[in-house]
């Protein structure tokens, strides 16, 4: 049964830096493409970054990008998403997600597995 658990959401200072924790099971992570979004009240889910699984190849958000960074434990099955120089707009709950396959997604219809989300919050 494949699951994904996310973790280390919370509430953080504007500049500050969370780790977001996405703990796998079931499958192999290595034959698995792996997401992070998020959704803000009232938004659509949106893909904020994502790590292919054949060469390690990475997508992330304009909004993000040098922020953020996803990288993957295979020994620990675990993807993580590094989040630095938080802002306000950054607040909403991160999901991971996974799919078959090497192939980066950003959209959602593009992952079959979902985590149950995390909240992160940013405000002083």
């Known amino acids: 049964q494949v699951q994904l658990v996310e973790s280390g959401g919370g509430l953080v200072q504007p500049g500050g830096s969370l780790r977001l924790s996405c703990a796998t099971s079931?499958?192999?992570?290595?034959?698995?493409?792996i997401g992070w979004f998020r959704q803000a009240p009232g938004k659509e889910r949106e893909g904020v970054s994502c790590?292919?699984?054949?060469?390690?190849?990475?997508y992330y958000l304009d909004y993000v990008k040098g922020r953020f960074t996803i990288s993957r434990d295979n020994a620990k099955n675990t993807v993580y998403l590094q989040m630095n120089s938080l802002k306000p707009e950054d607040t909403a709950v991160y999901y991971c997600?996974?799919?078959?396959?090497?192939?980066?997604?950003?959209?959602?219809?593009?992952?079959?597995?979902w985590g149950q989300g995390t909240q992160v919050t940013v405000s002083s």
């Open positions: 790590l292919s699984s054949s060469d390690g190849g990475t």
């Open positions: 079931g499958f192999t992570l290595d034959y698995y493409a």
């Open positions: 997600a996974a799919e078959t396959g090497a192939i980066c997604r950003d959209y959602v219809s593009g992952y079959t597995y």
